[in-house]
């Protein structure tokens, strides 16, 4: 491999010489309209071992990942399979190779059993299907890997993690020994982490090779045996993994500099409580989505709000935000009522609100930088550009926002810029002083440098007194910067924990669902 900075580390279930290479690329090159995905890489794979692509959003890693399994065809550069040269026109050509790729977003249908999604689209099936052959056969490819999952249960019943584990079955049932993983903890509980590393392990155990798609630093380093960093399309490293680098090592090789994403937490006394909320409840369609929620913030305080996907965290927030009426239950801001008193209302005492779509209900997309930082600052009809552009201009310094000029059009802009606009818009307050800050997943589909630099804002903004409700389904970010953790599970607060002395195991428990101490 060319540019190597670091020793090449033989695979954990090896010894001896290195394991064969399983799978190499050789000078890929790929170019998009107005954009070079990968420049010259070079990348391999060893038989039972993981090897992880790293890099920021837009590196590269993504674009490599998808011709390794046929999705796209490079422009130059050639790819071998144990040695021998292969050309990949699709996906269905990767699995003749034993190349499969389980994708961030399941391709599940979920009224469909397991087994059926298993074997969907495999060409060895009879006309007529023989269930019971078929669910055993589903069920011994998935135990032999360690992998244990009901064939007959209903796709849609299912958990995340154990989704995420139909895919990988329909990849080794298809026959694949090369699998790559595209960043597969996104949507997992620490619990399923846990279990999905136990499987990664079984895997390369018994010869497989897994290339691994992340951009979480210390599951990188705690899963690796080898990591391929890409920055601007070209490599910038091949390292080590388990024991042989750190985070601060790959974040310097993804961004070029060193990264500050250590623990933050309120450097002084809290204040005067800002929000209170009191026995709130929501139900919808006779649903219940929020049970007898109670909790308050203060100022100076960032009180995170943990949880899986779908438990109520958006409908909290929107509550909160006044653009949902509660069932029952009240919310103060500052002191003042706001239930039922709508968004304006809110945000004239002082509400800023940051949602988990950015470019859906945070921003608008067709409109330009400038424009997108008037809305909610500003409500008259008629607005005079001209005298608002040097503020603009000011917050697009102020908050490092990369764009041509305050004309730039936010859907042209990347996922960490939007995210810039909208917390410049949101922490800069306006024509009222910001109190209270409700923020969702502010860091979400960021890279790393996008993500110190949101997290040194939000750390600035309850440094200079405002309260914060952090809402965020990615517990390393909650257990690194909120004050005290509350953890929703189906709608219900039911543990709260200090943020200092948190457990990453019993807050993961939480929002599983299990009993824990300090269940609310």
Known sequence: MTN???????GPHHSGDAAPIALSAHSITKRFPGVLANDSVDFDVRAGEVHTLLGENGAGKSTLAAMLCGLYQPDSGYMLRNGQPISLSSPRAGLQHGIAMVHQHFRLVERFTVAENVVLGSRDLSFTLKRKNIDDKVAAVAESYGLPIDPQAVVGELSVGQRQRVEIVKALYQGAEILLLDEPTAVL?????????ENVHAMTAAGKSI??????????????????????GRVTGHVSGRGSTDTKELARLMVGRDINLSTQRAS????????QIRELSLASEGVDILSNISFNVHEGEMVGIAGVAGNGQRELA????????????????????????????????GLAYVPEDRLGMGLVPSMSILDNLLLTRDRRIVVDRASVRPEA????EQFEIKANNADHIARKLSGGNAQKVLLA???????????????????R??????????????DDARSAGQAILLISEDLDEIMSLADRILVLYRGAIVHETPGESAQLATVGAAMAGLKTEGAA
Request: charged share 25%.
């Open 318 to 349: 929107d509550t909160i935000a006044g653009l949902i009426s509660p069932t029952s239950g009240t919310i103060s801001i500052g002191g003042a009522m706001t239930t039922d008193r709508g968004p304006i209302a809110a945000r004239e005492l």
């Open 425 to 443: 818009r949101e922490l800069s307050g306006g024509r009222t002083v910001t109190k209270l800050l409700v923020v969702c997943s502010p860091t």
């Open 189 to 197: 509980v620490p619990a399923e982490v846990e279990k999905l590393f």
């Open 268 to 275: 002084h006394a809290t204040g005067h409580e800002v929000l």
């Open 393 to 396: 201009n000011r917050l697009i």
């Open 211 to 232: 290339v691994f798609i992340s951009h979480k630093l210390g599951e990188v380093v705690e899963i690796s045996d080898r990591v391929t960093v890409l920055r601007g």
């Open 4 to 10: 190597a900075s670091h020793e090449v580390v033989k």
């Open 445 to 458: 589909g960021l890279d790393v440098g996008a993500i110190e630099t949101v997290r040194r804002l939000l």
